[in-house]
């Protein structure tokens, strides 16, 4: 299964890409926010990451590639689509707007905010606040490709531990988002060699961060 993919784009559409990586081209679906993260500045050139949702149905038997500029964004998406009624191809389309700022609409109960999205609707808003109220809160400082200040890159193995850590912190344990991602890069910069979810926790305690 596809999970990540690295190359140039060799051709834009309005919603998809084709992305040349090691000599095979892909199609990716994006959202207009997506694609205006991936491209911003990029040159002919210049290499494209994409996170990738890999999607296959009784209903959609043709393997679709969704992409993602973040890890952040491929997992919050992954969330919204456990809502009844939204499938994946209805969230690429709803989801224009930073993760941080949808994120804060479900935390705050914002109709109207929600309700806007492309394809979503009053009724639809109503129902995404129902079911994910109070699991977004570790998406809400999500910014448009911001990281903390000084923070250093993380591979992409240890991003997926951290996102999974963060949720912990923040909806389990209380802590804000900003403090959550202070600890985890304080964790992995005292211990690189950290390989899961419990070695991160472990670290981040007995370290007292």
């Not at 002919?44 to 959609?60: F, G």
């Not at 804000?176 to 202070?182: G, L, V």
């Not at 985890?184 to 370290?207: M, V």
């Amino acid at each position: 299964m596809i999970g990540y993919l690295e190359g140039h784009i060799i051709h834009c559409e309005a919603d998809a890409v084709l992305l040349l990586a090691k000599g095979v081209g892909y199609e990716v679906l994006v959202n207009s926010f997506t694609m205006a993260r991936v491209t911003a500045g990029t040159g002919a050139n210049d290499i494209v990451s994409l996170y990738v949702y890999y999607h296959v149905s009784e209903r959609q038997p043709k393997p679709v590639l969704i992409g993602f500029a973040s890890l952040e964004d491929k997992a919050f998406f992954q969330l919204f689509i456990s809502v009844a009624a939204i499938g994946p191809m209805k969230a690429v389309k709803a989801l224009v707007r930073p993760v941080g700022e949808i994120a804060r609409a479900i935390e705050q109960k914002d109709v109207t905010f929600l309700g806007q999205l492309p394809g979503i609707g009053k009724r639809t808003a109503e129902k995404i606040i129902a079911t994910l109220h109070g699991k977004t809160i570790a998406f809400m400082d999500v910014s448009a490709g911001s990281a903390p200040d000084r923070a250093v890159p993380l591979a992409p193995d240890k991003q997926e531990i951290a996102l999974q850590v963060a949720g912990v912190l923040v909806e389990q344990l209380g802590h804000s988002s900003a403090s959550a991602r202070r600890m985890i890069q304080a964790a992995f910069e005292k211990n690189p060699d950290i390989h899961t979810p419990e070695e991160l926790l472990d670290t981040i305690y007995q370290e007292g961060l």
